[in-house]
T-cell receptor
Framework: SQQGEEDPQALSIQEGENATMNCSYK?????LQWYRQNSGRGLVHLIL?????REKHSGRLRVTLDTSKKSSSLLITASRAADTASYFC????????????FGTGTLLAVQP | GAGVSQSPSNKVTEKGKDVELRCDPI?????LYWYRQSLGQGLEFLIY????????KSGLPSDRFSAERTGGSVSTLTIQRTQQEDSAVYLC????????????FGNGTRLTVT
């Protein structure tokens, strides 16, 4: 089963508005990462937040992590049409496996 | 520098045939992953290679799937006796050593089994 579940599955907003996507996971993690995928392409890393961090910023991106609730959110401020893409969270459970488990993704459409 | 390269970008094959998908990771990256993405779905973990350690094959869906990584670099994912449900985009990613390094993805191979 998926480690990460994202909410909402799809989101449509107007340019200039903020977009918030949420990710819930099941097991303890080493870090949580957010990726973006444009249609027909591979995924691109956006931001990584470690398990001992609560908030992180990168440009128009803000990520929060609540390990007690096993949840994270990605906020994109002042959205642009070019932000239209699918967004995935990925949890790194560390240890011997060191594999990343991806969530189901949120499809974001930013209307110009 | 060069990113992760996958070939072919598209592959159409008949049911029952074998296929090989290739991944060239970023030079020096010790970890290599294969994922499968069905249409409109998330990524399904298949297999993970880390240096000279035994690979983590826990995500391979059946014994028709296998993968190898030669010389710690190029990897090949092989699907034998393909079935229609194998149709998907197969994504390869690599990353540097270290527990907080991100994945770098290739653009994937779109496999269609007819």
């Amino acid at each position: 089963s998926q480690q990460g579940e994202e909410d909402p599955q799809a989101l449509s907003i107007q340019e200039g508005e903020n977009a918030t996507m949420n990710c819930s996971y099941k097991t303890s993690i080493n870090n949580l990462q957010w990726y973006r995928q444009n249609s027909g392409r591979g995924l691109v890393h956006l931001i990584l937040i470690r398990s001992n961090e609560r908030e992180k910023h990168s440009g128009r991106l803000r990520v929060t992590l609540d390990t007690s609730k096993k949840s994270s959110s990605l906020l994109i401020t002042a959205s642009r049409a070019a932000d239209t893409a699918s967004y995935f969270c990925a949890t790194d459970i560390g240890g011997a496996t060191n594999k990343l488990i991806f969530g189901t993704g949120t499809l974001l459409a930013v209307q110009p | 520098g060069a990113g992760v390269s996958q070939s072919p970008s598209n592959k159409v094959t008949e049911k029952g045939k074998d296929v090989e998908l290739r991944c060239d990771p970023i030079s020096g990256h010790t970890a290599l992953y294969w994922y499968r993405q069905s249409l409109g779905q998330g990524l399904e973990f298949l297999i993970y290679f880390q240096g000279n350690s035994a690979p983590d094959k826990s995500g391979l869906p059946s014994d028709r799937f296998s993968a190898e990584r030669t010389g710690g670099s190029v990897s090949t994912l092989t699907i034998q006796r393909t079935q229609q449900e194998d149709s998907a985009v197969y994504l390869c990613a690599s990353r540097d050593a270290g527990t907080n390094s991100p994945l770098h993805f290739g653009n994937g191979t779109r496999l269609t089994v007819t």
